[in-house]
């Protein structure tokens, strides 16, 4: 294995650690692991990494944050990043078998620290190399049990039994700001018009846009792609039950 570490610009306040082998088979999943020290960080947080056309990524550990694996883009999302001076998270990339070369891993932690100021810290990139010769030098089914453990396992019965008549909605978060703008205001700064309705919460001091509400997953990544084409790369979709933000992974099961 090998450790690429990337020191943020004040070096004692942010360090990413990226923990992957340096050759990888295609054809075969390989663990990526994350290390990023925190100090300060407690508000919201997202962490992305970009890889090639034809990959497929399973999640590992994630640390309390939203995973989603969408348009070629690993997303680890915190709407409150966990209290750790240490945030381990971690997944599993697989290339499709007919690829070969090599490709560059980067990866970029953007944040809130004291209700408005936004920060952000870049890894890399570096250079991964698909090679057919080369093994996976760890046991897959042990990452599997270790890393993608529950933190907190809740009762089945404790999440159906919670009022199941609340409707699960998605939405695609286009903007967080310190600022109380308008639609129009928010369509000028991201860039590009907005198909859907806007929502707009506040969380301590700061404004989160939301457009769309959706009652599929599906429905919402489709208008999420569309943004993304527009260039709202920052968007990512959320997701309520009522008045309660949940996790995707929830929302996605509850919506069955």
């Not at 290390?35 to 640390?63: C, M, S």
């Not at 860039?191 to 929502?199: A, E």
Request: glycine fraction near 8%; include cysteine; proline fraction near 4%.
């Amino acid at each position: 294995m090998m450790v690429f570490v990337f020191h943020g610009a004040a070096a004692q306040d942010k360090t990413i650690r990226v923990d992957t082998q340096p050759s990888w088979p295609p054809g075969s999943f390989v663990p990526v692991r994350i290390e990023i020290v925190n100090h300060g960080i407690n508000d919201f947080a997202r962490f992305y990494q970009d890889l090639p056309q034809g990959f497929t990524v399973k999640r590992g550990n994630t640390a309390g944050a939203d995973f989603y694996w969408d348009n070629n883009q690993v997303n680890f999302v915190w709407v409150n990043m966990p209290d750790k001076k240490i945030i381990r998270i971690s997944y599993l990339a697989k290339a499709d078998e007919s690829l070969t070369g090599s490709f560059r891993l980067g990866g970029k932690l953007d944040y809130i620290i004291e209700g408005d100021k936004r920060g952000s810290a870049e890894f890399g990139p570096v250079v991964i190399h698909l090679d057919k010769k080369a093994t996976v030098e760890e046991d897959i089914d042990q990452f599997i049990e270790e890393e993608t453990a529950p933190e907190n396992i809740i009762p089945a019965d404790n999440v159906y039994k919670k009022d199941i008549t609340e409707k699960i909605v998605f939405r695609v978060q286009v903007a967080i700001s310190s600022e109380h703008i308008t639609k129009a205001e928010l369509e000028s700064r991201i860039g590009c018009p907005l198909k859907y309705n806007v929502t707009i919460l506040r969380a301590g001091n700061m404004y989160k846009y939301q457009s769309g509400a959706f009652k599929k997953y599906s429905e919402a990544n489709i208008y999420l792609g569309d943004m993304k084409n527009r260039g709202v790369n920052d968007a990512f979709i959320v997701a309520y039950r009522g008045e309660e933000q949940i996790s995707i992974e929830l929302a996605r099961t509850l919506e069955k």
